[in-house]
C-alpha cells in the first residue's frame, strides 16, 4: 500500500519561495508518476504539474511555468515541490498524489499526501 | 484549456435517496473523467476513473457513466458517511483541469 507523507505547513512572505516535501512508503519513488495538486483554502483542486513516464520528464501547468521545480530523490524516496516568488493568491493547500504509469492520456489520482498549508503573508 | 462544469453546485438529500451529479465538458474528451470525494479536512480520494470504473475498495453504490461531454456521478442509496465533495477531473489533455465540486449534505 502506497503511503505519501507531507511536510509541516509554512508560512512565507511575499516574494520568499517554498519547499514542500512528500515522502513515499510501500513503494519505492522510481515505481510511482509523482504529481503536485493544489486547493486555495474553500475552492476547488488546481493541477500544478508532474511526472510524465512516457516521455521521461516533468511536465509543468502553464499557470506556474518559471515558478515552480519538481525533484525527486530517489535515495530517500522523497519528492519536492518549490514553488517561488511567492503571492498572497498562493495560500492554499498543497497536495502530492501518485499518477499513472504509463502515458498521461487517461491519467488518474489514486494516493495522495495529507496536505501542507502554505500562507503567504506579509 | 478543457473547463469542466459541475451541476448542481451543492444538494441535499436523505440516506438511501439516489443522488445524480451531473459534470460537463467544454469540448469532447471520449471517457477520460475520474471522479473524487473530499471529506472536510481530507485529501481528495480516487471513486471512479475513466468515466465509469470503480475504483479497488469504493462501495459499489458509486457509479460513473458518460462519454464525450457529458457525465454523470450517481450514488445509489446516499449514506452518512458520503457526506463530502465530489470532484470531476478531465485526463484527456494538459492541464488536466477540475470542475468546481459538488457539495452533498444530508437531510
Given at each position: 500500500?502506497?503511503?505519501?507523507?507531507?511536510?509541516?505547513?509554512?508560512?512565507?512572505?511575499?516574494?520568499?519561495?517554498?519547499?514542500?516535501?512528500?515522502?513515499?512508503?510501500?513503494?519505492?519513488?522510481?515505481?510511482?508518476?509523482?504529481?503536485?495538486?493544489r486547493?486555495?483554502?474553500?475552492?476547488?483542486?488546481?493541477?500544478?504539474?508532474?511526472?510524465?513516464?512516457?516521455?521521461k520528464?516533468?511536465?509543468?501547468?502553464?499557470?506556474?511555468?518559471?515558478?515552480?521545480?519538481?525533484?525527486?530523490?530517489?535515495?530517500?524516496?522523497?519528492?519536492?515541490?518549490?514553488?517561488?516568488?511567492?503571492?498572497?493568491?498562493?495560500?492554499?493547500?498543497?497536495?502530492?498524489?501518485?499518477?499513472?504509469?504509463?502515458?498521461?492520456?487517461?491519467?488518474?489520482?489514486?494516493?495522495?499526501?495529507?496536505?501542507?498549508?502554505?500562507?503567504?503573508s506579509? | 484549456?478543457?473547463?469542466?462544469?459541475?451541476?448542481?453546485?451543492?444538494?441535499?438529500?436523505?440516506?438511501?435517496?439516489?443522488?445524480?451529479?451531473?459534470?460537463?465538458?467544454?469540448?469532447s474528451?471520449?471517457?477520460?473523467?475520474?471522479?473524487?470525494?473530499q471529506i472536510?479536512?481530507?485529501?481528495?480520494?480516487?471513486?471512479?476513473?475513466?468515466?465509469?470504473?470503480?475504483?479497488?475498495?469504493?462501495?459499489?453504490?458509486?457509479?460513473?457513466s458518460?462519454?464525450?461531454?457529458?457525465?454523470?456521478?450517481?450514488?445509489?442509496?446516499?449514506?452518512?458517511?458520503?457526506?463530502?465533495?465530489?470532484?470531476?477531473?478531465?485526463?484527456?489533455?494538459?492541464?488536466?483541469?477540475?470542475?468546481?465540486?459538488?457539495?452533498?449534505?444530508?437531510?
Amino acid at each position: 500500500q502506497v503511503q505519501l507523507v507531507q511536510s509541516g505547513a509554512e508560512v512565507k512572505k511575499p516574494g520568499a519561495s517554498v519547499m514542500v516535501s512528500c515522502k513515499v512508503s510501500g513503494h519505492t519513488l522510481t515505481q510511482l508518476s509523482i504529481h503536485w495538486v493544489r486547493q486555495v483554502p474553500g475552492r476547488g483542486l488546481e493541477w500544478m504539474g508532474g511526472y510524465a513516464p512516457e516521455d521521461k520528464e516533468t511536465i509543468y501547468a502553464q499557470n506556474f511555468q518559471g515558478r515552480v521545480t519538481m525533484t525527486e530523490d530517489t535515495s530517500t524516496d522523497t519528492a519536492y515541490m518549490e514553488l517561488r516568488r511567492l503571492r498572497s493568491e498562493d495560500t492554499a493547500i498543497y497536495f502530492c498524489t501518485t499518477g499513472s504509469q504509463g502515458s498521461l492520456l487517461g491519467t488518474n489520482f489514486d494516493y495522495w499526501g495529507q496536505g501542507t498549508l502554505v500562507t503567504v503573508s506579509s | 484549456d478543457i473547463q469542466m462544469t459541475q451541476s448542481p453546485s451543492s444538494l441535499s438529500a436523505s440516506v438511501g435517496d439516489r443522488v445524480t451529479i451531473t459534470c460537463r465538458a467544454s469540448l469532447s474528451i471520449g471517457t477520460y473523467v475520474n471522479w473524487y470525494q473530499q471529506i472536510s479536512g481530507k485529501a481528495p480520494k480516487l471513486l471512479i476513473y475513466v468515466a465509469s470504473n470503480l475504483e479497488s475498495g469504493v462501495p459499489s453504490r458509486f457509479s460513473g457513466s458518460g462519454s464525450g461531454t457529458d457525465f454523470t456521478l450517481t450514488i445509489g442509496g446516499l449514506q452518512l458517511e458520503d457526506l463530502a465533495t465530489y470532484y470531476c477531473q478531465q485526463s484527456y489533455s494538459l492541464p488536466f483541469t477540475f470542475g468546481p465540486g459538488t457539495t452533498v449534505d444530508i437531510k
